[in-house]
């Protein structure tokens, strides 16, 4: 299942990341999204777990609960929505 992780600690690491789900069960990956023009943490990620009831359990207990001073926001992930081809 895939999981995103919102209201990140801009100086969290991928690994911290995926250690705080790991407690929980196995973490396949763990992504945190950069700016591609300052290179710094967009305050977002996602994590990727093998099994869905360790995910869900993941998601109930992290859900909500403070990481390095700021109160993550965790659900499952959804599929970006298709747009339309950029034009230049």
Known sequence: MNIYVGNLPY????????????????????KI???RDTGRSKG???VEMSDDTAAKAA??????????GR??????????PE????RF
Not at 71 to 80: F, K, L, S
Not at 83 to 86: D, F, L, Q, S
């Open 59 to 68: 998601i109930e207990a992290i859900n909500g609960t403070e990481v390095q």
């Open 44 to 46: 977002f990620g996602f």
């Open 11 to 30: 100086r969290i690491s991928e690994d911290e990341l995926s250690d705080l789900f790991a407690q929980h069960g196995e973490v396949t990956s763990a």
């Open 83 to 86: 747009r339309p081809p950029r």
């Open 71 to 80: 109160n993550v926001v965790v659900n499952e992930a959804r599929p970006r």
């Open 33 to 35: 999204i950069m700016d």
